[in-house]
């Protein structure tokens, strides 16, 4: 099991930048791609963005794609999501996920950390 804390929420004005955290901890060697997914009041979760652990590829969400960037610093166990020009849309939980190698789903997920994108 991998366990994941976010950091680095908090309240922005639209326009604004933010850069979110995500530390792993535990079984990291069993890790294959970490990811970023969100959920605003009253809507379904929604996928961000995602990054391999291994190879660094990374896969952006269209509705976020060009403001939004996902990296990750293997030596630190941590992947980052670089939010600008944030909209008041992009108001959400943001929530650190992992996959582990061999399994198709995000199985690890973090506790979340609250994005609020003031008009």
């Known amino acids: 099991q991998v366990q994941l804390v976010e950091s680095g929420g908090g309240l922005v004005q639209a326009g604004g930048s933010l850069r979110l955290s995500c530390v792993a901890s535990?079984?990291?060697?069993?890790?294959?791609?970490m990811a970023w997914f969100r959920q605003a009041p009253g809507k379904e979760r929604e996928f961000v963005a995602t990054?391999?652990?291994?190879?660094?590829?990374?896969y952006v969400a269209d509705s976020v794609r060009g403001r939004f960037t996902i990296s990750r610093d293997n030596a630190k166990n941590t992947v980052y999501l670089q939010m600008n020009s944030l909209k008041p849309e992009d108001t959400a939980v943001y929530y650190c996920?992992?996959?582990?190698?061999?399994?198709?789903?995000?199985?690890?997920w973090g506790q979340g950390t609250q994005v609020t994108v003031s008009s």
């Open positions: 535990g079984r990291t060697s069993s890790m294959y791609a």
């Open positions: 996920a992992a996959r582990s190698t061999g399994v198709f789903v995000y199985d690890s």
């Open positions: 990054i391999t652990w291994s190879g660094g590829r990374p």
